[in-house]
């Protein structure tokens, strides 16, 4: 299932938490597994914030959060940590639970959130089996979870060889499972929209190289591979590596092969027509070299600022082909939304292209 498709279900998941099963999300590591959970509980609680703001929710805020979130990595617990520790109370021995597990009558955690369970796969089968209360009846031991706490656990998969054990078909049983799957079109929505945002440079080379995104094998000794955690790497190295030094940085990132054509590409620019002289009205387009558009689009991505250049974008994108002028306007766009809604063509741009852009998307 596809990123954005797991946020759905999620999303609707959360709202319901009663009836929802617990879910897990399973696939090799680096696709996101994490970051689709945490954006799914942030979403939701900026949505019970405005909720609460305009008094159509009675949800309490707790130490900044209306809707909770706990990432607990469960390869890093012993199985005592998740009942907490026992302590004789007016000589009656009772188990003292965690503070930041969401049980009834835990005042400092909010009423709703989403209890993330991370790198379950990776935790020995006895702590592995200390989840199954919590996962099935919402509780440990005598403690009960809040109600409208959500469950949604991850790890991943014995042939990914990521230091895993197999599940047990107890622990198996109790959720429903989800394959997570790398996708293209999903990514790119989310390197435009993260902050910061995602080198253009690498968003062009995707377009142009996409099954570069995530390439993972198992039996490969190399321990450098691509992956959108990888390539988020990468855009990191860009703005702060020594140019003399950026290959090597970045084999040890993405590795040889990948590196190699990503260097390559960045090559390209020096084919690029000046930049200035386009900002300035040039209206140069190169033609039969789709490497060198891609790399020209993403070079302008970058060098716009404001809206006076991004009108000369609007008026540029005329002489470019339907595919690179969308994807050259919506990125701006998203870099700055303020500054192209300040551009005087854009709505009238926004409207005549309104149905190449869902397509592009």
């Not at 435009?192 to 945002?197: A, D, L, N, R, S």
């Not at 094998?217 to 988020?232: G, L, N, V």
């Not at 200035?276 to 060098?303: C, H, Q, S, W």
Request: aromatic share 8%; proline share 7%; glycine share 4%.
């Amino acid at each position: 299932m596809r990123p954005s498709a797991i946020k759905e279900v999620l999303s609707a998941a959360v709202n319901d938490p009663t009836i929802a099963p617990p879910m897990f999300i399973e696939g090799p590591p680096g696709v996101g597994k994490s970051a689709v959970a945490r954006q799914v509980a942030d979403a939701t609680d900026t949505m019970l914030k405005q909720l609460i703001i305009a008094k159509k929710s009675d949800a309490i805020i707790v130490k900044d959060r209306a809707f909770g979130w706990l990432d607990t990595r469960a390869s890093q617990h012993d199985p005592t940590d998740f009942r907490g520790i026992p302590a004789v109370i007016d000589g009656k021995a009772i188990w003292l639970p965690p503070a930041d597990i969401p049980f009834e009558g835990n005042t400092d955690i909010p009423e709703q959130g989403m209890w993330f369970l991370d790198e379950v796969t990776s935790a020995p089968p006895l702590v592995q089996a200390v989840l199954y209360q919590a996962i099935l009846d919402h509780a440990i031991g005598e403690h009960q979870l809040k109600k409208n706490w959500y469950i949604v656990a991850a790890g991943n998969r014995i042939e990914d060889r990521a230091v895993t054990y197999r599940m047990s078909s107890a622990l198996a049983n109790r959720f429903t499972h989800i394959n997570f799957d790398v996708d293209l079109n999903d990514w790119n929505d989310w390197a435009k929209t993260t902050k910061p945002q995602v080198n253009p440079n690498i968003m062009m080379f995707m377009k142009w190289k996409p099954e570069l995104l995530f390439k993972f094998d198992p039996e490969s000794s190399e321990k450098a591979f691509c992956s959108p955690r990888t390539w988020d790497f990468v855009s990191r190295h860009l703005a702060i590596t020594p140019t003399k030094l950026l290959s090597e940085v970045l084999i040890g990132t993405v590795g040889k092969g990948a590196t190699a054509e990503f260097m390559s590409f960045l090559k390209l620019q020096r084919e690029l027509p000046d930049i200035e002289t386009i900002m300035k009205g040039d209206n140069f387009v190169p033609k039969d070299r789709l490497d060198l558009t891609y790399a020209l689009v993403g070079a302008l991505a970058v060098r716009a600022k404001g809206s006076k250049d991004f009108e000369r974008m609007l008026q540029y994108s005329k002489h470019l082909d339907t595919e690179f002028a969308v994807l050259l306007i919506t990125m701006l766009a998203q870099k700055d939304e303020p500054a192209m809604a300040g551009a005087p063509s854009f709505e009238k741009w926004a409207l005549s292209n309104s149905d190449i852009i869902r397509k592009v998307k």
